[in-house]
């Protein structure tokens, strides 16, 4: 693994040095999108809505949009803000473990010693262990200010990116209102049946079959030869990786209308009758 930030943990006068891993992988198989007839790869452009043009990443700015007016923030914009750079996890409270409800965790990240002395990240650890306690903490990464709990997953500090507070949405459902009757006897057997199916959790047993069912498919594609050579899906390459020009329908229509037209002037210039110029409806039809 590689660590994507390196700081420390604070509370008071300790310091607990540390590097961040990401805890957590994507297993799923990437797939892009081919065209059904010919298997050529379809790509997207960014493309002005305004000018009809493709625009590089270069001119390209953020904005925001309240539904009637939209402002445009450039990057002088967001160099003036205070970007949050801090090299600190730092502490804010301990609380009871089970007061943390677990609709709040995000994103998951191992915290790797990252002194000499692994004194301090083993004392914390301890303590948090002896006491079931978390840290809630406050850390900056890739410069936004984020809410963590530091807890203790097998031997290793881990922080859990929290969601704040107003991103967690209100449970509000009209049906949960209705009056219903449970009786003793039906709590009774869904007790029961509940405990038919007590077991310890062990994440191992399980598996993603999709994702596995999907890699034996491709796999037994490639075996049986039903594949395409990856260079023939690729085409002429977008306009700004290789010189090449992407044309959208208006602009082969136009191109098509001035090249018919110029036929035409040099048809009239011999003596015979000009060609007639393709409707844009026949050409996108014959397209």
């Known amino acids: 693994m590689r660590a994507i930030w390196s700081g420390a943990i604070t509370f008071g006068l300790v310091n607990v040095p540390v590097k961040l891993y990401s805890a957590t992988e ?63 996890i730092d502490v804010v409270e301990f609380v009871p473990t089970e007061q943390i409800d677990p609709i709040r965790f995000d994103r998951s990240y191992y915290l790797e010693p990252a002194s000499k002395s692994t004194k301090a990240y083993t004392l914390l650890r301890r303590t948090l262990e002896e006491t079931n306690r978390t840290a809630i903490v406050h850390f900056a990464l890739r410069q936004k200010t984020r809410l ?73 594609k490639l075996d049986s030869g039903e594949a395409i050579d990856t260079e023939t899906t690729l085409g002429e390459k977008p306009e700004g990786e290789d010189g090449g020009e992407v044309l959208d329908l208006m602009d082969a229509l136009r191109r098509s209308i001035d090249k018919s037209r110029a036929a035409g002037g040099q048809e009239k210039k011999k003596g015979g009758r000009p060609p007639r110029a393709a409707k844009p409806r026949d050409t996108a039809a014959s397209g």
């Open 26 to 88: 994507d297993h799923d198989v990437k797939l892009h999108q081919v065209h059904d007839r010919d298997g050529g790869r379809i790509r997207y452009q960014r493309r002005c809505e305004v000018c009809g043009k493709v625009v590089d990443y270069e001119h390209i700015d953020k904005a925001f949009d309240d539904g009637e007016r939209t402002v445009v923030l450039t990057d002088e914009d967001f160099d003036a803000l205070p970007a949050e750079k801090s090299r600190e």
């Open 148 to 220: 963590g709990a530091l807890r203790v997953h097998d031997d290793v500090l881990v922080l859990q990116a929290l969601l704040w507070d107003d991103e967690v949405r209100e449970a509000s459902f009209p049906s949960l209102d209705e009056r219903v009757s449970i009786s003793a006897k039906e709590l009774e057997m869904s007790e029961e049946l509940i405990r038919s199916f007590e077991s310890d959790f062990e994440p191992e047993r399980f598996s993603d079959n999709y994702q596995d069912q999907l890699r034996k498919l491709i796999e037994a």
